[in-house]
């Protein structure tokens, strides 16, 4: 089983930038894939962008796309991710999430394939 441990979450003005760190444990040479999610209040938990372990393939969400950058680093088995250009609309609770076995059911940007999942960090975005 896969535990993860998110940090680097704060506090931030507009335009500013903030990295986020995932440490995962356990059984993490078998994981498929890292998502990052954000939720924020009132709202649904929502796709940020994913890493799959072995080869580095990313994927954004739109609204991201240019301004955040997932990274991964296997000897520490760790994901980051790095986020610039931040907006108040950033403002959100983080979640790094793992897929440790990917059935191809459902899309890696969606939360059904993910099986573990941190606790969240705070990230706010002033104006």
């Known amino acids: 089983q896969v535990q993860l441990v998110e940090s680097g979450g704060g506090l931030v003005q507009a335009g500013g930038s903030l990295r986020l760190s995932c440490a995962a444990s356990?059984?993490?040479?078998?994981?498929?894939?890292m998502g990052w999610f954000r939720q924020a209040p009132g709202k649904e938990r929502e796709f940020v962008g994913y890493i799959r372990w072995t080869n580095g393939i990313t994927n954004y969400a739109e609204s991201v796309k240019g301004r955040f950058t997932i990274s991964r680093d296997n000897a520490k088995s760790t994901v980051y991710l790095q986020m610039n250009s931040l907006k108040p609309e950033d403002t959100a609770i983080y979640y790094c999430?793992?897929?440790?076995?990917?059935?191809?059911?459902?899309?890696?940007?969606?939360?059904?394939?993910?099986?573990?999942w941190g606790q969240g960090t705070q990230v706010t975005v002033s104006s």
């Open positions: 999430a793992a897929c440790t076995f990917y059935s191809g059911v459902y899309s890696l940007r969606s939360l059904e394939p993910y099986d573990a």
């Open positions: 356990g059984h993490t040479t078998s994981s498929y894939a």
